[in-house]
């Protein structure tokens, strides 16, 4: 009997194990596209530069009756530069689309484990915030606070940061990175493992199940 149920639990253990993997591997890969999106932008410059290049010279040859010849070639070469930089533009524009940006997070609220879950990752782990360590005034705020970073924290579905603040006195900020692709995502906070909360301020939209959601947008 004791055998059978460890059978089940050492399956669940090894799934568990490969998601973690699939998972490490597909963050891997998202670094690697970003910056294999940075060095074909960098292509870009350079394939532009040297059209630029190219042309000149085809302008300062043409003066010369004795290099009409030069100058053709030097035409010819600028003009398949210039096609490679356009080609190369809208392959940077279609690559970008499948870059993950960097969304910050921040969470503040009576909790001990807090997480932002969504249709990004089909409504799965979502990604786990950590605590700031920190001394609180009464209010909850930390020491130091100002007017300028309050305004850059304020609830908004930017896709520069998300942030939520509830009305708890004397509660815990929470912090972290979520890397997501251009779009629309529904998502959720989940405080201590089954409280699922909205952000008031954040717009919000029904999922096909009929469930109120946040909308979080990424540009």
Partial sequence: MA????????????ANAQVRTLKKATEEKDRALAKASEALAAAIRELSESSEDAEVAAAAAAHAVSAADRSKKATLLARRLRAAAERAAEVSKEVDAYVPRRIPLVYSGMAV???????FDNWGEGVRLSAVEGERDEGGREEGDDK???EEESSSTSSSSASFSSSDSGGTRFEGDAWLLPGK???KWVV????YRLAPEWPTADDEGGSTNNVLVVE
């Fill in 3 to 14: 055998a059978s149920r460890t059978r089940p639990a050492s399956s669940l253990s090894a």
């Fill in 113 to 119: 484990d807090v997480r932002l879950v969504g249709s």
């Fill in 192 to 195: 201590d493992g089954d409280q």
């Fill in 148 to 150: 300028d970073r309050d």
């Fill in 185 to 187: 995502h529904l998502v």
